[in-house]
């Protein structure tokens, strides 16, 4: 079997981390549409790949057998929709839409033309992550108490005045929780479990001319008993690590971007060791602490070939619909409780 190929759906910033990330996973990337034909050119010169102008046309490329999109969060469902129809396998930029209903419209149109649909969560495939959740589901934690969720970020007044749907509700969907905090959001209810209530305030303090927060926080209740609390921010000079940490009757731990800084139980292991050997030679950089274009793409490239595999293997890849949507319900639960002053309860 050849390499798959991959076509690109808007060529903005993020499309450069899935060209390369298509590449690192052992796909091809194939072809690019975007609605303003020059960024298409753009990609398709600097990446090799064809340029269409056309959507239709895109989509009738019998090459492209897995669609990335990476238009902005609020459209993402149109051209989903319109490659699951067309056939091609679905991978979306997290989030999988801006409100829970849209994304059941994606993950409805992948089911009834069966072809594969995949969240972009990349932060779920750092081995920091992987070693956190065995930790939980070999009940190393004890009775999980707190998991706290924590983006400190910072973000210019350029950055929102740089494109014309950054900082609107129409299509970023939300602010630092929904565009910046989600990657934490998703970590924190991959390891803690379904969320039953939310109760949040947010605010626009220190940016201009957009609709949604630059602050945020929020307490959960999982529908484990255990608490837990979202805190994001794009203004918090100069920008922190991001933070996950998980508490325990039996034990602690603590994520900053991809490196272990906390790791005590009470109970050892004998893969203790080999952890707390890797935390003392961290290796994190600043990641999107300050600036999004320092983000990699290396767990990108992993999530790709896990989809290529899953479709490969005829099962369902780690990160589904259903996954990516379960963020975006507690983040709209969020909003909503913000608006209100009301606790919201959910039914995950």
Avoid at 163 to 185: C, F, P, Y
Avoid at 202 to 207: E, N, Q, W
Avoid at 246 to 272: M, N, Q, R, Y
Wanted: negative net charge; proline residues 3%; hydrophobic residues 40%.
């Amino acid at each position: 079997m050849g390499q798959m190929g991959f076509g690109i759906i808007g060529c903005g910033m993020i499309a450069n981390f899935h060209a390369k990330a298509i590449q690192e996973a052992g796909g091809r990337l194939v072809a690019c549409f975007d609605m303003v034909p020059a960024s298409a050119d753009r990609i398709a010169t600097e990446y090799g790949c064809r340029a269409y102008h056309s959507l239709s046309d895109f989509l009738a490329d019998k090459d492209v057998e897995i669609v990335t999109i990476g238009t902005p969060s609020g459209a993402h469902a149109d051209p989903a929709i319109a490659a699951a129809e067309a056939g091609k396998n679905v991978i979306v930029e997290k989030p999988l839409e801006i409100t829970p209903q849209r994304c059941d419209r994606i993950i409805s149109a992948c089911e009834k033309a069966g072809v594969t649909l995949s969240t972009i969560f990349p932060s779920r495939f750092h081995q920091s992550s992987v070693q956190l959740k065995s930790a939980v589901e070999k009940g190393r934690f004890g009775k999980l108490t707190l998991g706290d969720s924590i983006v400190k970020w910072f973000r210019t007044q350029e950055y929102y005045d740089s494109g014309k749907w950054r900082g609107t509700w129409e299509l970023d969907g939300g602010g630092a929780l929904m565009n910046q905090a989600i990657h934490s959001v998703d970590l924190l209810l991959w390891l803690m479990g379904p969320v039953a209530e939310v109760s949040a305030m947010t605010g626009l303090l220190a940016h201009e001319r957009i609709e949604v927060e630059d602050v945020a926080i929020a307490t959960l209740r999982f529908k484990s008993g255990a608490f837990g609390t979202l805190e994001a921010t794009t203004a918090a000079w100069p920008g922190y690590l991001k933070r996950i940490e998980l508490h325990g009757s039996t034990g602690s731990a603590v994520i900053e971007e991809e490196d272990i800084v906390k790791w005590d139980f009470a109970v050892a292991d004998p893969e203790d060791d080999a952890i707390r050997a890797t935390m003392a030679g961290r290796m994190s950089g600043g990641g999107g602490a300050a600036d999004p274009a320092a983000i990699g793409h290396h767990a990108h490239a992993k999530q790709f070939a896990d989809v290529m595999a899953a479709i490969t293997e005829r099962r369902k890849p780690q990160i589904d619909g259903y996954e990516g949507r379960r963020s975006v319900e507690v983040i709209c639960a969020v909003y909503e409780s913000a608006k209100t002053g009301k606790i919201v309860s959910l039914n995950q």
